[in-house]
C-alpha cells in the first residue's frame, strides 16, 4: 500500500527496519488519511490507528483494534487506551513520533501481570511488581493530562477515554479504563478500591495512610459505599485486585449481610449462615455440616409438627386447638374451657393451666 504522506512513509519502513517487516502495515491511504494497523507479537489482534495527511503536525489517533470480540475484552480496552495516551504523551507537532510511541507501549507491556500478557517475555515480567504497573501508569496519565491541556485542577474536563481522571479517594490522576466509574460519577482507582490492611502500630499518620477500601472495610464487618450506594461486587472483581478467594467469601458474607432475616444452622458445630438458594420451606439441609433444620422454628429437626410453623400456627387458631404439654393438639368443644387430652391430662384453654379436675384457675 502506497503511503500518501512522506513523513509517515519514512517512518513506516524504518520502525519494519528495526522491529521486523509486519510490524506496521498501511491498510487504507489516500491524500486525507492513512490507517495504520500495528500488530505487536504478544497480541492476537492490531491495534488501528489514523494518521491525517498533516503529519506530523498533528497527532496521529488510535481507532481501537481488528477484531468486535477481543475489542470487549477489558484488557484490550486498557491496552488500547494506554497505545493512545502513549501516543499522546510522545507527540510534538513536526515530530514524528510512533518510535516513541510504540517503545513507551512496550515498556508499559513489560509491566503488566502475567495473565495479561502473551507468550513472549515471560521470564522478564513475572520479576515485575504490581506497583511498578501503577507507578508507570500514573506518571503515562500525568504526561497525557499535561498534553492535552488538561492539567487546570478540575477533573470533570477528560471526557475521551484517554483523558486521566482523579480517583475520588486518593485524588491521583488514573485512566477511566483502570478505576471503578461509580453511578454517582465519582470513580475510584484499584488501591483505594482494595484499601490497604490496616497498619499495626497506631501512630497518626499510619492512620491516616489506611485507605477504607473493600478489604479494610470488610475486617470491620461492613460494606464499601459511594455517595449512600454499594460499591457493585462487579467493579469490585474487575478493579480491586481481589484473588478469586476473597471475592467468595466476600460475597458470601454480601449475602449474609444484606438479608434481614439470615438463616443460621442452630447445630453447635456448625453454625453457618445458609444462603437463599440452600432454603427449603419445611426442612433445610445445611450446606456445611449437613444436618437437617426445622424452618419453622430454625432449630434443629424435630419429628412431628412444628409449633412454629406459620400455616399451622393460623390453623390452631383458627379452629380454636391447643398444645397440651405431652406434645399433642388438642381440641376444643365448643364454648368450654376445660381441655381433656388423650394423654389424659387437663388443662384450662383460656389460661393454660394443668387441671386434676378442680377447675381451680377459676376460668370457667
Ligand atoms: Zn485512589
Ligand atoms: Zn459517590
Ligand atoms: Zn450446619
Ligand atoms: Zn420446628
Ligand atoms: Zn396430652
Ligand atoms: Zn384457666
Not at 497480541?43 to 498533528?58: E, K
Not at 513472549?120 to 520479576?127: L, N, Q, R
Not at 477504607?212 to 450506594?229: A, H, N, T
Not at 381441655?339 to 389460661?351: D, E, L, S, V
Amino acid at each position: 500500500m502506497l503511503i500518501h504522506n512522506f513523513a509517515l512513509a519514512d517512518e513506516v519502513s524504518a520502525l519494519n527496519a528495526i522491529y521486523g517487516a509486519g510490524l506496521v502495515v498501511a491498510t487504507f491511504s489516500d491524500s486525507h488519511h492513512t490507517t495504520l494497523s500495528l500488530k505487536f507479537p504478544a497480541f492476537g489482534f492490531s491495534f488501528l490507528l489514523r494518521v491525517y495527511a498533516d503529519y506530523p503536525l498533528s497527532a496521529p489517533e488510535v481507532l481501537g483494534i481488528d477484531d468486535l470480540m477481543d475489542s470487549r475484552k477489558p484488557e484490550v480496552q486498557q491496552n488500547t487506551v494506554y497505545l493512545g495516551a502513549c501516543v499522546r504523551a510522545v507527540h510534538y507537532p513536526d515530530y514524528v513520533c510512533l518510535f516513541d510511541a510504540i517503545d513507551e507501549f512496550e515498556m508499559i507491556m513489560k509491566t503488566l501481570p502475567l495473565g495479561n500478557q502473551g507468550s513472549s517475555d515471560k521470564d522478564e515480567v513475572t520479576e515485575r511488581k504490581p506497583t511498578s504497573r501503577a507507578s508507570v501508569l500514573r506518571d503515562l496519565a500525568l504526561r497525557t493530562r499535561a498534553k492535552a491541556g488538561l492539567d487546570r485542577g478540575d477533573n470533570f474536563t477528560g471526557n475521551l477515554p484517554f483523558d486521566a481522571i482523579d480517583c475520588s479517594s486518593c485524588l491521583e490522576p488514573f485512566f477511566r479504563v483502570d478505576t471503578a466509574n461509580l453511578k454517582c460519577k465519582h470513580s475510584l482507582c484499584s488501591e483505594c478500591l482494595h484499601g490497604k490492611e490496616p497498619v499495626p502500630e497506631k501512630s497518626v499518620w499510619s492512620l491516616m495512610a489506611v485507605a477504607e477500601g473493600v478489604s479494610s472495610m470488610f475486617i470491620d464487618r461492613s460494606e464499601l459505599k459511594c455517595c449512600g450506594e454499594s460499591v457493585p461486587v462487579p467493579l469490585i472483581r474487575q478493579h480491586g485486585g481481589f484473588e478469586e478467594e476473597f471475592l467468595e467469601r466476600y460475597v458470601f458474607w454480601l449475602q449474609e449481610f444484606r438479608n434481614p432475616n439470615p438463616t443460621y444452622c442452630p447445630w453447635k458445630k456448625c453454625r453457618s449462615f445458609i444462603p437463599k438458594r440452600f432454603i427449603r420451606e419445611d426442612y433445610t439441609e445445611c450446606p456445611f455440616c449437613k444436618q437437617r433444620i426445622c424452618m419453622g422454628c430454625k432449630a434443629k429437626e424435630h419429628g412431628g409438627m412444628c409449633r412454629q410453623d406459620k400455616r399451622l400456627k393460623m390453623l390452631i387458631q383458627k379452629e380454636e386447638w391447643r398444645f397440651c404439654p405431652c406434645g399433642q393438639l388438642v381440641e376444643r368443644s365448643y364454648g368450654c374451657n376445660h381441655m381433656t387430652c388423650r394423654c389424659g391430662a387437663k388443662f384450662c384453654y383460656k389460661c393454660g393451666k394443668p387441671s386434676k379436675g378442680d377447675w381451680a384457675c377459676g376460668c370457667g
